[in-house]
T-cell receptor, first 111, second 114 residues
Framework: EDQVTQSPEALRLQEGESSSLNCSYT??????LFWYRQDPGKGPEFLFT???AGEEKEKERLKATLTKKESFLHITAPKPEDSATYLC????????????FGAGTRLFVKA | DAMVIQNPRYQVTQFGKPVTLSCSQT?????MYWYQQKSSQAPKLLFH???????NEADTPDNFQSRRPNTSFCFLDIRSPGLGDAAMYLC?????????????FGPGTRLTVL
C-alpha cells in the first residue's frame, strides 16, 4: 500500500536555527513527490516537485532533496514567517491522478 | 491572477441537512479534486474529475456527491451531514500532462455540523 510518513510531527526552532524535515514514502513506482506549505485555516501552497532520486530544488531558505525512500526539506536560518505546516505528498506511476499526503510537520520558529 | 476560489469560506449546517460547497477556477485546468482535511490530519482525496470523467475513491462515503457542470466549476454535495463530516474541504486543480500533475489549492471551506 502506498503511504507517506512525515517526521517530526512538530518542530520548534529559534530564529536562525537551521533544521530538516523528513518525508518517508512507500510507493509502487514514484511519479513525483511534492512539498506544500499550509498556514492555519488556509489551503496548501505549492513549493516543490521532485521527480527522481538525487534531484534537489531550492527556494529562498528552503531546499528539497529526494532519495529512493525519502525526501528532506532543509530550512536554512528560518524566520518566524516560516512557521507553518509543511506537507509532503506522492503520486505513483500507476495511481493516475491520486495524490497521497502525509500528515505534515508543524514548524514553529520563535524570534 | 489565476486562482482557485472556494465559497463559502465557512459553512454551518445542521445534522442531516444537505449542504453544497462550490469551487471555481480561472486556471483552465482540466482536472479538479475534492479533499477532506480534519484537524492535524493529511488531506484525504474524496474524488476527482478528469475533464467530465468522474473518479470516486473506493472509501468515499455515498453521502458525498459531486457535480462539474463545466470546466471552471465543481460542486461538493453532502446529502446528510453527520458530526463526523465536520472538516476543512479543499478543492484543487491540475493540468494533465506527461509529467506529474502539480495541484493548486483553493483556500478551503470550513464545515461545521451542529
Amino acid at each position: 500500500e502506498d503511504q507517506v510518513t512525515q517526521s517530526p510531527e512538530a518542530l520548534r526552532l529559534q530564529e536562525g536555527e537551521s533544521s530538516s524535515l523528513n518525508c518517508s514514502y512507500t510507493v509502487s513506482g514514484l511519479r513525483g513527490l511534492f512539498w506544500y506549505r499550509q498556514d492555519p485555516g488556509k489551503g496548501p501552497e505549492f513549493l516543490f516537485t521532485l521527480y527522481s532520486a538525487g534531484e534537489e530544488k531550492e527556494k529562498e531558505r528552503l531546499k528539497a532533496t529526494l532519495t529512493k525512500k525519502e525526501s528532506f526539506l532543509h530550512i536554512t536560518a528560518p524566520k518566524p514567517e516560516d512557521s507553518a505546516t509543511y506537507l509532503c505528498a506522492v503520486q505513483a506511476r500507476t495511481g493516475g491522478f491520486k495524490t497521497i499526503f502525509g500528515a505534515g510537520t508543524r514548524l514553529f520558529v520563535k524570534a | 491572477d489565476a486562482m482557485v476560489i472556494q465559497n463559502p469560506r465557512y459553512q454551518v449546517t445542521q445534522f442531516g441537512k444537505p449542504v453544497t460547497l462550490s469551487c471555481s477556477q480561472t486556471l483552465n485546468h482540466n482536472v479538479m479534486y475534492w479533499y477532506q482535511q480534519k484537524s492535524s490530519q493529511a488531506p484525504k482525496l474524496l474524488f476527482h474529475y478528469y475533464d467530465k470523467d468522474f473518479n470516486n475513491e473506493a472509501d468515499t462515503p455515498d453521502n458525498f456527491q459531486s457535480r462539474r457542470p463545466n470546466t471552471s466549476f465543481c460542486f461538493l454535495d453532502i446529502r446528510s451531514p453527520g458530526l463526523g463530516d465536520a472538516a476543512m474541504y479543499l478543492c484543487a486543480t491540475s493540468t494533465s500532462g506527461v509529467s506529474t500533475d502539480t495541484q493548486y489549492f483553493g483556500p478551503g471551506t470550513r464545515l461545521t455540523v451542529l
